[in-house]
């Protein structure tokens, strides 16, 4: 067995890393704007890594300069998508994820009426891709929420902010319902509480009583409810169209067969399928629910609120893999990053320059462990590794066979999981260009096929260049995964 025929091979980017032109066009302030440049690259402490405050908000904003604020200028896709997505059709992509910045359509979430220059932006960039015969799959909130909704209401804790996603996920569906057929509302949706920040623009000392952790959850019942409106709306509006729910795949073994390593991975695993469990069955689980009023946290939720999450449930379920996690009671586990997480090292894997375990056998795991759970279409819509050995050589080719061997090996795991019978619609690549990356806003996070040339400090002329990876992808999606070599 292999690939299914028609199987959406592709990439997958999203506006706040690539996009740039922070102020062109109308464009609001995103929380992507603020975010600041660290050169660090073995993260032990995401909280501290992450930490924001309403006055480095306020700071960030008094400056105009974007050196120190690498998203703000991206890779300057909004001038370059022809050119980028010539690149992708070159390599015969079928499918590009790709975001919809919500602060290009309501500069600041609270307008009633959309910005008309942003709606022609995204228009113009779906239609090149149908000309180009490129599928979009959109995300509508990928890690770009208003600033204002943050400085205003403190994100999505405030109740009112569902409605102000609503009327942007219907003003995209009514513009871009004709060339879309695959959408996602959050992109890991799971991570509000890792990055409460960049998810949902949750500022700590903007918490009220209920502290961090307790209005994270509440943000979270807030997406929830917006993500199963959406999706009910998405259904009524576009027949066809289909919904996915994005989870970030943190697959956690146990370090040790001894039982109490067990059960902390078993309690990991549930944590992470917390939110896919509300988006596919339609219901809060009660064993992570008893978790947190155990805790004493509570969600605030309105009458009707349960019922509309169980009719707005997805028809796929998509998700990112990076690598996988090892958990262990031992305190003196050494521990190592991973995709903002922190995870005991596993013996048997290696590592890239940021600690993230390279597990492709895990891939596999982790699909066959969803397919099972969910008996939902599932389709890979992250997974790639970060690297800065890329080296443009005097002729400007770029060799870079550790991004072919990292793709090889997950792809044969992948494919042994259709195998196994999985049933997978789809595949994208964390990034087919190189980009922005999310936790560090380095440059120097090499994720793609195609080079960028910018440094981290935003020097470079900007100029895409093809990496051997390049080539050898536009091979697999021309024989549809069954050259490798
Ligand atoms: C995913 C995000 O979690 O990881 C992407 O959805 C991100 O936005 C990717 O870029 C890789 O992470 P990083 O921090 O290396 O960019």
């Not at 090892?326 to 990053?337: C, G, L, M, W």
């Not at 072919?404 to 999981?417: C, Q």
Request: proline share 5%.
């Amino acid at each position: 067995m292999s690939f299914p025929k028609g199987f959406l091979w592709g990439g997958a980017i999203a506006a706040n890393q690539v996009e740039g032109a922070w102020n062109e066009g109308g464009k609001g302030w995103s929380v992507s704007d603020v975010a600041t440049f660290k050169p660090k690259t073995d993260v032990k402490d995401y909280k501290a890594h992450n930490a924001i405050s309403s006055d480095a908000i306020r700071k960030a904003m008094a400056d105009a300069d974007d050196t120190y604020y690498p998203k703000r200028r991206g890779i300057d896709f909004y001038h370059h998508y022809k050119e980028d997505l010539a690149l992708f059709a070159e390599m015969g992509f079928k499918v590009l994820r790709l975001s919809i910045a919500w602060t290009r359509i309501y500069p600041t979430g609270e307008e009633l009426q959309p910005n008309q220059e942003g709606i022609d932006f995204y228009r113009n960039v779906f239609e090149e891709m149908k000309r180009l015969n490129i599928e979009p799959l959109v995300t509508l909130s990928h890690y770009e929420p208003p600033l204002n909704l943050t400085l205003k209401y403190n994100g999505w804790t405030d109740r009112r902010v569902v409605d102000m996603f609503v009327r942007f996920c219907k003003t995209c569906f009514e513009n871009y319902g004709e060339y879309v057929k695959y959408w996602l509302t959050f992109n890991e949706v799971d991570s509000v509480i890792r990055h409460p920040f960049t998810t949902a623009g949750i500022v700590p000392d903007l918490c009220d009583e209920r502290g961090e952790k307790g209005c994270c959850f509440q943000a979270l019942h807030h997406q929830f409810v917006a993500a199963a409106k959406a999706t009910k709306l998405l259904h009524e509006m576009v027949p066809g169209a289909q919904m996915g729910c994005m989870l970030t795949k943190l697959t956690t073994y146990p370090n040790t067969c001894k039982p109490e390593d067990v059960l902390a991975t078993l309690n990991k695993n549930l944590e992470n399928y917390f939110y896919s469990d509300v988006m596919i069955w339609g219901e809060y689980p009660r064993i992570g629910m008893t978790k947190l009023e155990n805790e004493g946290i509570k969600i605030d939720m309105e009458d009707g609120d349960l019922e509309i999450i169980k009719e707005g449930t997805v028809d796929f379920l998509s998700f990112s893999y990076y690598q996988s996690c090892t958990e262990s009671v031992d305190p003196n586990a050494e521990r190592t990053p991973g995709n903002t997480i922190l995870g005991v090292k596993n013996p048997y894997l290696p590592s890239n320059d940021w600690g993230w375990q390279i597990d492709p056998v895990g891939l596999r795991i982790s699909l066959v462990e969803l397919y099972d759970r969910y008996r939902k279409p599932l389709f890979i819509v992250e997974n790639g590794v970060g690297s800065n050995e890329d080296i443009v050589q005097p002729d400007g080719s770029i060799h870079d066979p550790y991004r072919i061997d990292y793709f090889k090996r997950h792809f044969i795991e992948m494919k042994k999981a259709v195998e196994d019978g999985v049933e997978l619609m789809g595949y994208t690549s964390w990034a087919p260009i190189d980009l922005i990356s999310a936790s560090t806003n380095q440059m120097s996070k090499r994720y793609g096929f195609i080079y960028v040339d910018q440094d981290n400090y935003g020097n470079g002329t900007l100029k895409r260049l093809r990496k051997d990876s390049f080539y050898w992808y536009q091979e697999v999606i021309r024989t549809n995964g069954e050259n490798l070599e």
